[in-house]
């Protein structure tokens, strides 16, 4: 274990992520998690990681980290750093700084290191959720540690390390998102769900981990429901109308209607959906 | 045998609904003691319980077992202990709470600590207990507009529950006192994973009763 990297600056924010938790939403503790599990992962695999190794999450821009060690780096996902394209990894010599830019497409990035981030776990996951008390974000000045082993001269004569092509993301500004009945699909009016996939959604910038808010139409209510679980990617409409879609860090029981759940394959791109791009929904059957 | 009603959600999930209280825990319990090995989780609702599956081709076992399980024996908890939880009743919405039910701010409190509760579930956040027995002379609706930042351990009501918020979060609820109990406490899951269920002070199931341990001082 040795200190990799110094937090210049935090940007929009950054915070240590993995696959999250698993077993523990009867008590009440959101699975949390790395906001999009795809980017995570391949940014461990580039490095050889295990796959739900600690990485560095970044919020869209403004981030800058300074590099304390000879070492490989590898990013993935929705952000744009200069010095080290997305979904790719390569050398840095030790006093390198990583600048992240606004010019990123998504709305997360993911930042690998050998054998992934050292951190304090929480119920078996680094995973931080402030809104819990779990965990608290990075801060300026910040020091990183991997678990390594650094090797310098880890992969000779590459001068760098790719996602194969089938694997790499881009986030257009329009995107598909398929959707399946949620729980109470048959109590809202037939208008409510033609109008989720007829109509063009996006992302509110009133939005946050817990949840993303849909702007783009009213829909008629439902009505309301003993409090019931929750899982990450449903459509809930609240008694205004307004649609939020729960993500990895929202409550684990609501009494919101449920009109849809977003689909397992769908969620990590649509958690990449910033405000701006614009979302059609598509109904899928189970 | 097992006739339940059953609503799919997501991919992964079945939702069993329209239980009473008592199957709905038997039901959770049976899973749980089983470790069966295409579940991932089962999360209690209020009358509800969500079967989380490790993928979707599992829900063939998932409803056999379901229609396997036969939950007609007597069932009795009444030897289960009640936890007593001291409050300092010093909230700022005693004297609302009060005023709306036309009575002295010594009967909310006695109202409040009489009754026996029950942890119903758990969520909104880590820990936090919603509670079933209050009385009905304190169900109220929630307050007009949620406070910003609500203290851990403050002592709450909302509609026909009881509660106590577990970290520090915003609410809607009224709130009519404090206790020192630590209802969630994160640090107690840093080791391995069998021993982190102490960062939990409730479970569901439990049985609960308030105790005064000093007057209101506004």
Not at chain 1, 129 to 141: A, E, F
Request: net charge negative; hydrophobic share 40%.
């Amino acid at each position: 274990m040795m200190p990799i990297l110094e937090v210049i600056s935090v940007g929009s924010g950054m915070t240590l992520q993995d696959s999250g938790r698993s077993g523990w939403r009867r008590f009440g503790v959101a699975p949390g998690g790395a906001m999009d599990q795809h980017g995570m992962v391949q940014a461990n695999r580039l490095l050889g990681n295990l796959q739900h190794a600690p990485v560095l999450e970044l919020m869209r821009q403004g981030a800058q980290l300074k590099v304390l060690a000879d070492t490989w780096l590898a990013l993935s996902g929705g952000g744009f750093c200069a010095e080290l394209p997305a979904w790719s990894a390569r050398f840095f010599e030790a006093g390198s700084v990583l600048h992240f830019s606004e010019l990123s497409e998504g709305l997360w990035a993911y930042l690998a290191v050998p054998g992934g981030f050292v951190a304090p776990k929480y119920f078996e996951s680094v995973s931080v959720d402030t809104r819990s008390g779990i965990g608290s974000g990075l801060k300026q000045g910040e020091r990183l540690y991997a678990k390594g082993p650094i090797i310098a001269g880890q992969y000779p004569r590459v001068r760098q390390r790719q996602v194969h092509p089938d694997l790499q993301k881009v986030y257009p500004d329009e995107q598909q998102i398929r959707l399946l009945p949620g729980p109470q699909y048959d109590s809202f009016a037939a208008d409510s769900r033609r109008l989720l996939v007829e109509g063009l959604w996006q992302v509110s910038p009133r939005s946050d981990r817990t949840g993303y808010r849909l702007d783009g139409g009213v829909l008629e209510p439902a009505p309301s429901i003993h409090s019931e679980p929750v899982i990450s990617g449903s459509i809930q409409v609240t008694t205004d109308g307004l649609a939020i879609v729960t993500m990895r860090y929202g409550p684990t029981v609501g009494g919101y209607p449920k009109i849809a759940v977003i689909r397992e394959a769908d969620l990590d791109q649509f958690a990449q959906c910033g405000p701006g791009t614009r979302i059609k929904f598509i109904w899928e059957h189970y | 045998m097992g006739d339940f009603k059953t609503i799919r959600y997501g991919e992964r999930g079945l939702l069993v609904c329209d239980l009473s209280f008592e199957i709905r825990i038997r039901l959770e319990s049976c899973a749980e003691n089983q470790s069966l090995p295409w579940l991932q989780e089962v999360v209690p609702g209020y009358d509800s319980l969500l079967f989380l599956m490790q993928s979707e081709n599992c829900l063939p076992a998932l409803v056999r077992w379901l229609s396997a399980q036969d939950l007609s024996a007597q069932w009795d908890d009444s030897d289960r202990g009640i936890l007593e939880v001291p409050v300092c009743y010093n909230g700022p919405d005693l004297r609302t709470v009060a005023e709306a039910i036309q009575c002295s701010v010594e009967t909310v409190i006695e109202l409040h600590s009489s009754a026996e509760y029950r942890v119903r579930m758990m969520g909104f956040t880590p820990g936090f207990p919603y509670l079933d027995g209050l009385p009905e002379r304190l169900h109220l609706p929630r307050r007009g507009s949620p406070r910003n930042h609500i203290k851990p351990g403050t002592v709450a009501i909302g509609g026909s529950h009881a509660g106590i918020y577990s970290v520090a979060s915003p609410g809607g609820w009224n709130l009519l006192g404090e206790t020192d109990l630590r209802l969630f406490q994160p640090e107690k899951s840093r080791g391995d994973v069998d021993g982190s269920e102490a960062a939990f002070h409730l479970r569901v199931g439990d049985r609960i009763r308030f105790v005064s341990i000093g007057e209101f001082a506004l």
